[in-house]
């Protein structure tokens, strides 16, 4: 677990009466806008983001064990709580042990860049892939109010898993590796048993950057960027999103998970994993959303 106590209690704010009143209230959904078949393809291209070593999409095998901390124990437990709701909701994995080992470390701080060097130069696998120092470097810098970072893994035909990174991490069973190739397959041009899955997740919130966002809208954007690695995060989506929130210049917001998001989650969690094609992926997806969205 990254050892974020430190800088937690110093970036550790108060939060302020409305804030926790609200934290129950849901906002008001927009109307529903069309779902045209397109739209949706559009939706999930802007969205799936593949991992440097099989180039397909990760998502949790392992059961989510999510942690908040640097706010009032009131919006950490809330924050918490939701993320594993929203996983419960669309299939995915939830560890229900009270005492599981964090995978999903969610911060809130007033000084995030200062949280990220320390991981850098202490802990830097949680980071994500990078093949020099000074990708590293790049990847270590905060540039969004509410920003996450994800470890990836490589899941054989066998169920063995190994981190995702160009050197050694020497975290007993699990390795790191490079290339796929060095895992049992089953040999299919279409699904050849080895998938890509989230070993740990860090998410970062900026409270520089977040007054007058409340409580509830927070946890459903991080409870998205908890289940799903997204691209394109800074341009409006097609379809009404929580992804949108944060986007500069975007009209279509909302103050909660939409349709479309809850759609794009179950068909990360419902695809077939072991597909070779990234397009096949996205097809699979593409068809959760037609059928959550359109009927059969």
């Known amino acids: 677990m990254v050892r974020i106590a430190s800088v937690c209690a110093r970036a550790c704010v108060s939060v302020c009466a409305a804030v926790l009143a609200a ?23 802007a969205f799936i983001t593949p991992t440097r070593t099989t180039g397909r999409m990760a998502r949790w095998e392992n059961g989510i064990c999510p942690l908040t901390a640097g706010q009032q124990p009131a919006v950490t437990a809330f924050v918490t709580q939701r993320v594993k ?3 419960a909701l669309v299939g995915a994995p939830v560890n ?23 991981i850098r130069d202490n802990q830097s696998d949680y980071l994500g892939y990078a093949d020099s120092s000074a990708e590293r470097q790049k990847l270590a810098t905060v540039t969004r109010p509410i920003q996450a970072w994800y470890t990836t893994q490589t899941v054989d035909q066998r169920g063995k898993g190994r981190i995702d990174g160009a050197r050694s991490v020497g975290r007993g069973a699990t390795e790191a590796m490079g290339d796929a190739t ?37 946890a459903d954007y991080i409870a998205m960027l908890a289940l799903t ?24 917001k909302t103050g909660k998970l939409t349709d479309n998001d809850i759609a794009y989650l179950r068909g990360v969690y419902r695809m077939s994993p072991d597909r070779k094609q990234l397009s096949s992926q996205k097809n699979d997806i593409v068809d959760v959303m037609n059928q959550a969205l359109n009927g059969p």
Not at 29 to 34: G, H, I
Not at 96 to 117: A, G
């Open 85 to 87: 709701e929203v996983a």
């Open 182 to 218: 060095f895992v049992r397959a089953t040999g299919s041009l279409i699904k050849d048993g080895v998938r890509s899955a989230f070993y740990h997740i860090i998410i970062v919130a900026d409270d520089t950057k977040l007054t007058g966002y409340e409580a509830g809208p927070m």
């Open 96 to 118: 229900s042990d009270p005492s599981c080992r964090p995978n999903i470390e969610i911060v809130f701080s007033r000084i995030p860049q200062d949280l990220l060097d320390n």
């Open 229 to 252: 690695q997204l691209n394109s995060l800074d341009i409006c989506q097609p379809l009404f999103s929580i992804e949108n929130m944060m986007a500069k210049g975007c009209e279509a």
């Open 23 to 45: 934290i129950g209230a849901a906002a008001a959904q927009p109307a529903k806008p069309p779902t045209q078949p397109e739209a949706i393809a559009q939706f999930v291209s």
